[in-house]
């Protein structure tokens, strides 16, 4: 089999606390993809998300992203891909967009070009205009052109999260990972950013790992949707999205766009409910050996 871009193999991860979030979870995932990855709360989308971002390990079976085994920060990759490839540039968005509020949007947006080489490098000397020029760009394609010297209290919480797709993306990631990026917004400008987010997307081809629980989100965004079983979460189906791009909130309302949802929707349901049937996974002690 060849290797995709992000491969997670046979993975198992188990918490501190003895929670087994993912088992037997296999994900491989081709460069320049969209993926979303949708199912039963608690069943581990996150956790596939910290895997690869490398903030995790696995417990057992492995996780590659761009040629190179991940594990823990601070942690040595080892094993034949230790010495194989250059670390990903990695760019995150999350549903809570942090901001520092005593930086301007522009300084925010700023952040990994000071932090993640090889920008970090040039950042120092004479690249600052240009980074900034870089910065506005970015801000007015996502309609925030005259914001960069706003502070972030001093914008909505769409606009501050417009402001978080730019920090995600201002380093040029080859990966993008989004968990739930657009779950606190009302539903206007959720599908607002759904565009912005299609447009980035087909001008820069990241390869995109987005979490979510809104189906209609996943049909529209996705090349391919992984449906996850519960916890502990296995990928159980993943569904190729045939419809051509750019996709509009019109073709959103199309028959085959509202089965799609219709599908996945009684997909999870199914997950859910024999994820009830399943017993728990961790072994509790007896009320005797709580007792002794
Ligand atoms: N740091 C942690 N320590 C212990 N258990 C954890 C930790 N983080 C997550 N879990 C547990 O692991 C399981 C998977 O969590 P995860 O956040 O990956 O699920 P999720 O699918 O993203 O959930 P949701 O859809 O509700 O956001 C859950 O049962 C959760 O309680």
New binding site residues.
């Given amino acids: 089999m060849s290797q995709s871009f992000i491969q997670l193999s046979d993975v198992m991860?188990r918490?501190?606390?003895?929670?087994?979030?993912?088992d037997h979870t296999t994900l491989g995932i081709a460069e320049g993809d969209f993926v979303t990855?949708v199912?039963?709360?608690?069943?581990?989308?996150?956790?596939?998300?910290?895997l690869v971002a490398g903030l995790l390990k696995p417990t057992a079976g492995a996780v590659i992203a761009g040629g190179r085994e991940v594990g823990a920060v601070g942690t040595q990759p080892s094993g034949a891909h230790a010495a194989q490839a250059p670390r990903l540039r990695i760019g995150l968005a999350f549903q809570n967009p942090t901001m520092l509020p005593w930086l301007t949007i522009r300084e925010n947006v700023m952040i990994p070009l000071k932090i993640v080489q090889p920008f970090r490098q040039d950042f120092a000397k004479k690249k600052k205009g240009e980074y900034r020029d870089r910065v506005d760009a970015l801000l007015a394609q996502v309609g925030l052109k005259g914001f960069g010297d706003k502070r972030p209290w001093q914008l909505s919480g769409g606009m501050l999260q417009r402001a978080s797709l730019c920090r995600a993306l201002v380093h040029e990631p080859e990966l993008l990972l989004l968990?739930?990026p657009f779950g606190a917004l009302d539903q206007f400008t959720r599908e607002e950013l759904w565009d912005i987010m299609q447009s980035l997307w087909m001008a820069r081809r990241p390869t995109v790992l987005l979490?979510t629980?809104d189906l209609r989100e996943s049909a529209y965004l996705a090349n391919r949707i992984c449906v996850?079983s519960s916890?502990?979460?296995r990928i159980l189906e993943t569904r190729d999205v045939g419809f051509a791009r750019p996709r509009t909130l019109e073709s959103s309302y199309a028959p085959e766009f509202a089965t799609l949802v219709q599908q996945l929707r009684m997909r999870i349901a199914e997950a859910r409910r024999d994820g009830d049937a399943t017993p728990p996974t961790v072994a509790r002690p007896s009320i005797e050996e709580v007792a002794a």
């Fill in positions: 991860l918490y501190g606390g003895g929670t087994i979030a993912l990855l199912g039963p709360s608690g069943c581990g989308k996150s956790t596939i998300l910290k968990d739930e979490v629980h996850m916890r502990p979460g």
